[in-house]
């Protein structure tokens, strides 16, 4: 898609007032600060013991508390289906296998995740301080990208990780690299000029090629869905473009990647064969290995959700209910992993309702997002508008489809991407009305690319 030219700025350079305290102004500047370095990991390689991650999330609680900004958030769809969500999450804790376990996991997990939701969806008073927060994200997956290139590891599986971190898991790590592809995508629609859009395509490249090293194939499974997706949205000339363009880059990618990842790449569309002796240890085999234990946990997680479909086995317990019926079975012990299933999670661990509104979350913010691309596409007074809420879109259907192949529920990720889609939704009015006051220009029409509706939603 070729961006639109973007509106000129007021005359006054004002923007639009908005109300917002001292304590919203406060909070706003830190939760920018705090998306840039939780995206970023800078503190994961250096300097973590000055725990400012840590410090401004404290910070940005009380100024969401004293700004009343929790409110604004769970006034939009999206906060009022994590709001029961998380309500649920503690009902499941008395009856849990474990509930000192399950308590652990929603205070150090789940509730900071669910204010960060809050400060995301509340804190941000205008468009002009959504597009802030948007960039604070996108430039701190570049920072991400480069630490992985300067810090990254390959050693014991070949496949690329930080030594430390939330990122020393590949499969995380590839997620960020991903989400971070499609912000990076919404940066190039909106560059100004042909160096800006030059960087851009550098950067995703580079993003790209970082990606593949990582060896996640629920990943390849995301960036597939991804590319559908931009496909769907193209005209004819475009569909073409995007097919040669992409085949070109997969032979790129694929002519300069080592064979033991290729080889696990190639376990997504092959039957598992017979591991011959001597190969236990080959990443091809360990792959092999890998989706047969993910396809037991996925059925194991399935049976826990219809043996106790209201509440679940409590939050965080599958591994413990897992590891019990394991020795019921005359087994040592379980295999003491999670369900790589971020929706069985919520399943058996919380239950179906649990379930219900983890996924309304997601599809609020598909749908707001949506919505706001159908209604500013085409008005070059409203395109960066249009693309800040197509990038989100991208990044919420990678997030989607991504974390039916890990268990991350109860991270921030989800609260994040679905706290900018609520900001949006929430400012985007007052900005359309603003500039629509001023008469469009003439049509404008891209050369490969046509504005399609959004089929999916």
Known sequence: MQALPSPAPAADGAVPSDGASAFQQVGFILLVLYLFLIYSRIFDVKFSFLHIPGISYRVIFVMVILSQAFIRALKSETGKALLAFTVWVVLAIPGSM?????????????????????????????????????????????????????????????????????????????????????LWFLMSLNAKSGMSKVFCGIVMLVMLFTLSKTGSRGALVAFGALLLSIFLRSNPAGKMKMLIGTVMLVALIVGTMPRKLLNRYRTVAEDQEEIRPGDEQSVEAIAYSSTSARKELLRKSIAYTFQHPLFGVGPGMFTVAEDRDARAAGRRHGSWQGTHNSYTQVSS????????????????????????????????????????????????????????????????????????????????????????AVPAPAPFRTAGFRPAMVRQF
């Not at 268990?407 to 900005?431: K, N, Q, R």
């Open 349 to 436: 661990e919380c239950g179906i309702p649990a379930l219900i509104f983890y996924v309304l979350a997601i599809v609020f913010a598909l749908k707001k997002t949506s919505r706001i691309y159908r209604r500013t596409r085409g008005d070059p007074r409203l395109a960066d508008i249009a693309n800040i809420a197509l990038g989100l879109n991208y990044a919420l259907i990678v997030f989607a489809v991504s974390i039916t192949f890990d268990y991350i529920a109860f991270t921030s990720m989800l609260s994040v991407f679905a706290g900018l889609s609520a900001a949006l939704d929430a400012t985007v009015e007052a900005e359309i009305a603003r500039r629509t």
């Open 98 to 182: 474990w509930k000192g376990g399950s308590t652990g996991l929603f205070l150090t997990s789940w509730l900071p995740s669910f204010i960060i939701f809050l400060a995301t969806a509340g804190l941000i008073a205008n468009f002009d301080q959504c597009r802030k927060a948007v960039h604070a994200v996108t430039y701190g997956f570049l920072v991400l990208t480069v630490i992985a290139i300067l810090w990254g590891s390959t050693e014991a599986t070949g496949r690329l990780y930080l030594p430390q971190g939330k990122f020393s898991n590949p499969n995380e790590m590839a997620q960020a690299l991903l989400l971070g592809l499609c």
